[in-house]
């Protein structure tokens, strides 16, 4: 085959699996811009490999994102420790649309909370884990991606599950009870109803907000009802009939758009327990709201 139709046929096979790689580097990094680097790199890397050694192009491929993506983990350490304030992910965000299409799309999707406490396990546990976990692949080929063994690999999940059973929600709700209590919680939020709010809120809420010290930002974590509530009621009298909340998908489950004065002020992720919320993350950093929805 000449090599121009080679190396097209190479761009085409690419192109097919690049929304799975870069669900990968996205899952492992929790930015879309290191993804998409991450994936541009797999991409050099496949284009001038020797294919005759492939046996499995997308096995191939699937194996060099992991592995790049945690040497950028290990990389940006660094980074992590100047960041001002919380390091929250950069949510995915869509305006939500009542079609099964869309819901089928989002099964696989990770929220913000789990990719948040993904970020307190090391490279490796968080590759072990997503790829066995979340992308449902054999310890065989965990092992090969991270050159461990497999015993290794089932050392690396456990102890990442052990943590994510610590930090993570401490129920599961269907999303459609999750929907409900935020839309009811929007509502109250949007009439400064501190009693109302103070309802869909446990006792001991978590409220931790990533501003990147680019906008004013909590750097400390807000727990208790009232001082939750106090939050929004703040904002909302603060910019009296200028705040307009939206329902919208973030990273797969029902989250809140916030605009001030028509403008993103944030993009707002909730874990519900027993039918309250018991934790919101609140990405205020303009760098990742950039591709947020507008106001319609």
Known sequence: MPKVAMESADLLVFEALRPRLFLIAYRMLGMRADAEDVVQDAWLRFSTSAHDEVRSVEAWLVTITTRLSIDRLRSRKNE????IGWWLPEPVVEMVEHTPEAAAELASDVSIALLWVLERLTPEERAAFLMRKVFDQDYGDVAIMLGKSEAACRQLVHRAQERIRQDGPRFTVSKNMHRVVLE?????AAKADRNAM???LS???????DGGGKVPSLDKVLIGTGRVAGL????ENAFRDRVVYRMARVNGEPGLIRYINGIVESVQSFCIDA???SRIYVVRNPDKLQATPSLQ
């Open 275 to 277: 039918g309250t919320i």
């Open 232 to 235: 929004y009621w703040a904002v």
């Open 80 to 83: 992590r420790e100047a960041y």
């Open 203 to 209: 006792a001991d809420v978590e409220y931790r907000a």
């Open 198 to 200: 103070k309802t869909l």
């Open 184 to 188: 009811k919680f929007m509502q109250a």
